[in-house]
C-alpha cells in the first residue's frame, strides 16, 4: 500500500520568514495531494491540495510543488505569521486500491517572535 | 452551512466498556469517513461510506470496531470491547460525490483507562 514519509517532525522558525514541509510518497499511481492544517482541539483543516497533472500551485503565502518523477511534494509559507503555528499534515490519495487518504506523521511548525 | 460535526467530542471510559461516537456529515455529502490518531502517529484511514453501503473497511483495525450508517445520513462508529490501545482521536470526514475536497470534524477524543 501507500507509504507517506513527512519531514521535519518539528520546524521552528522566526516570525517572517518562510517554511517548507517536505513529504515523499511511495505509490506512482497517487493523484491527488492535499495538504492539512490542525490547530490543538480542532480538526484538520484542508488548506491546499494539488493534482498530479500540476507541478506547482499557489494561495497568497501558501505553495505546494510536486515532482511525480521523484514522487515528492512539498508545502511552502511564506511570510509566516503567528497565526501559522500549528500541525500540518501532507496527504496521498491513490488512483486504486483504498479509497482514503494517507497521511504523513505531521510536522509541528512553530513560529518564533 | 454546518461542517462535519462529532459527538462525543471527549469520552473516558474503562477498559471493556462500549464507546459509540457519531458522525452527522455536511448536508449532501454522499461520501462519510472516518479516520483515527493515536498518540504520535500519523491520521489513519478506518473506512468509507458511499451513502449507506461500505465502500472500503479495509482499515478498520479488527472486529472489536463497527460502523454504521443506516439511511445514509449520519454514521456510528461502536468499539466494544475497549482497549487501551484503543486511545486516541477518532476523525469523521465527509465528501460530495463529485468533489475531492474531504471536510474533516473536530474529532472526538477517546480515553481507555
Known amino acids: 500500500g501507500e507509504n507517506v514519509e513527512q519531514h521535519p517532525s518539528t520546524l521552528s522558525v522566526q516570525e517572517g520568514d518562510s517554511a517548507v514541509i517536505k513529504c515523499t510518497y511511495s505509490?506512482?499511481?497517487?493523484?491527488?495531494f492535499p495538504w492539512y492544517k490542525q490547530e490543538l482541539g480542532k480538526g484538520p483543516q484542508l488548506i491546499i491540495d494539488?493534482?498530479?497533472?500540476?507541478g506547482e500551485k499557489k494561495d497568497q503565502r501558501i505553495a505546494v510543488t510536486l515532482n511525480k518523477t521523484a514522487k515528492h511534494f512539498s508545502l511552502h509559507i511564506t511570510e509566516t505569521q503567528p497565526e501559522d503555528s500549528a500541525v500540518y499534515f501532507c496527504?496521498?490519495?491513490?488512483?486504486?486500491?483504498?479509497?482514503?487518504?494517507?497521511f504523513g506523521k505531521g510536522t509541528h511548525l512553530i513560529i518564533q517572535p | 452551512e454546518a461542517g462535519v460535526t462529532q459527538f462525543p467530542s471527549h469520552s473516558v471510559i474503562e477498559k471493556g466498556q462500549t464507546v459509540t461516537l457519531r458522525c452527522d456529515p455536511i448536508s449532501g455529502h454522499d461520501n462519510l469517513y472516518w479516520y483515527r490518531r493515536v498518540m504520535g502517529k500519523e491520521i489513519k484511514f478506518l473506512l468509507h461510506?458511499?451513502?449507506?453501503?461500505?465502500?472500503?473497511e479495509s482499515g478498520m483495525p479488527n472486529n472489536r470496531f463497527l460502523a454504521e450508517r443506516t439511511g445514509g445520513t449520519y454514521s456510528t462508529l461502536k468499539v466494544q470491547p475497549a482497549e487501551l490501545e484503543d486511545s486516541g482521536v477518532y476523525f469523521c470526514a465527509s465528501k460530495i460525490y463529485s468533489g475531492n475536497t474531504i471536510y474533516f470534524g473536530e474529532g472526538s477524543w477517546l480515553t481507555v483507562v
Open positions: 461510506f458511499v451513502k449507506e453501503s461500505k465502500q472500503d
Open positions: 505509490d506512482s499511481a497517487s493523484n491527488y
Open positions: 494539488i493534482r498530479s497533472n500540476v
Open positions: 496527504a496521498s490519495h491513490s488512483g486504486g486500491g483504498a479509497d482514503g487518504l494517507t
